[in-house]
């Protein structure tokens, strides 16, 4: 699975931004998409995630209510809608896909085989 992500930007606080991650090389049928993202100086962290079939979503507690993870079938693109940005939430996030696709683990680092390049979010305040 190749993955290419996209959409990052520079925003100010109060802003929104939708990144798009389009997947190729074989059908994401019982994969799971996740974005993850990496801070300056800080772990990759997730952020949300979706399973392909049946479109179950997950997401971590200090993006709920702001993100929105999404897919497009049709167009093999899974999406994060992000409203409300904070400074925090600032960093690179990456799109990653999980061949195993249990809802409970797609929090997990470890749980994804294939990963995107990174696109730069820059939130300002």
């Known amino acids: 699975v190749q993955l290419q992500a996209s959409g990052g930007g520079l925003v100010q606080a109060g802003g929104s931004l939708r990144l798009s991650c389009a997947a190729s090389?074989?059908?994401?049928?019982?994969?799971?998409l996740g974005w993850f993202r990496q801070a300056p100086g800080k772990e990759r962290e997730f952020v949300a995630a979706?399973?392909?079939?049946?479109?179950?979503?997950v997401y971590a507690d200090s993006v709920k209510g702001r993100f929105t993870i999404s897919r497009d079938n049709a167009k093999n693109t899974v999406y994060l809608q992000m409203n409300s940005l904070e400074p925090e939430d600032t960093a690179v996030y990456y799109c990653?896909?999980?061949?195993?696709?249990?809802?409970?683990?797609?929090?997990?680092?470890?749980?994804?085989?294939?990963w995107g390049q990174g696109t730069l979010v820059t939130v300002s305040s």
């Open positions: 090389g074989r059908t994401l049928s019982g994969y799971g």
């Open positions: 979706i399973r392909w079939s049946g479109g179950a979503t």
């Open positions: 990653a896909a999980a061949p195993r696709v249990i809802l409970s683990s797609l929090g997990l680092l470890s749980s994804y085989a294939y």
